[in-house]
């Protein structure tokens, strides 16, 4: 099955566009490959062409929604400053996209000190993630 009259070409692109779309609606549970072929428009066997697995789907949308984007001035600001902004814009894209989270607590046993820490599963966000921003720019911070 190829695309409908109007529907762009299938691409790397809208396959993940459209699987962030799936994640954002269903969850880690909603993303199938078959369900991907489906609002794509497209045969299951014809993603393949374009992605590996659904395991490579994931990580292309979570690239995708964690991928940073400087300040439309394009000003930048002393390396901390700097800092702060695009772990600011990290911190949004995870809260917008709360699949991540769930990933994140599925992989700790593959990652221990994800679990140990605790510090990406907090549900204080604002507290855990000033907290932890300030200790990791104070170590950065060159010592005079």
Known sequence: MGATAGEPPLSLERIVATAIELLDGNGIDGLSMRRLAERLGAGAMSLYWHVDNKEEVFDLALDAVL????????????????TVLMLEDWRAAM????????????LSERYPSIDRSRLLLDSDWDGAFKRGLDL?????????
Request: no cysteine; charged share 30%; hydrophobic share 25%.
């Open 136 to 144: 990791l720019l104070d170590g950065l911070t060159p010592k005079r």
């Open 95 to 106: 809260l917008r996209h709360p699949w991540q989270q769930r990933r994140l607590t599925e």
């Open 67 to 82: 991928a940073y984007r400087p300040p439309p001035s394009g000003e930048l600001h002393d390396w901390r400053a700097d």
